[in-house]
């Protein structure tokens, strides 16, 4: 089974910007969809982003123009860069393939 490893989360002020890293054991990461989820206190875990084996992406709404996810093949890892980010984007962020999940990563924006 895949495992995956988040990293990058942390404190910032609103209007600031974190990227976040997904890494993946085993070597046929490149084929998959990589998921970007979110979960806030009290909230039910939402999708944020999906990149796909052929680069292409998907975001929610509410973080649409603001958020950028890409993929390093060659490294078994996917980027997650937040920018513009809002007291609403804190939570712990978490990223899925096929049907593991990563331990998830902190993100708290706060002044």
């Known amino acids: 089974q895949v495992q995956l490893v988040e990293s990058g989360g942390g404190l910032v002020q609103p209007g600031g910007s974190l990227r976040l890293s997904c890494a993946a054991s085993?070597?046929?990461?490149?084929?998959?969809?990589v998921g970007w989820y979110r979960q806030a206190p009290g909230k039910q875990r939402e999708l944020v982003a999906r990149i796909f084996p052929d680069w292409s992406t998907n975001y929610a709404d509410s973080v649409k123009g603001r958020f950028a996810s890409s993929r390093d093949n060659a490294k078994n890892t996917v980027y997650l860069q937040m920018n513009s980010l809002k007291p609403e984007d804190t939570a712990v962020y978490y990223c899925k393939m096929q049907d593991s999940w990563g331990q998830g990563t902190q993100v708290t924006v706060s002044s």
């Open positions: 085993g070597s046929i990461f490149r084929i998959y969809v």
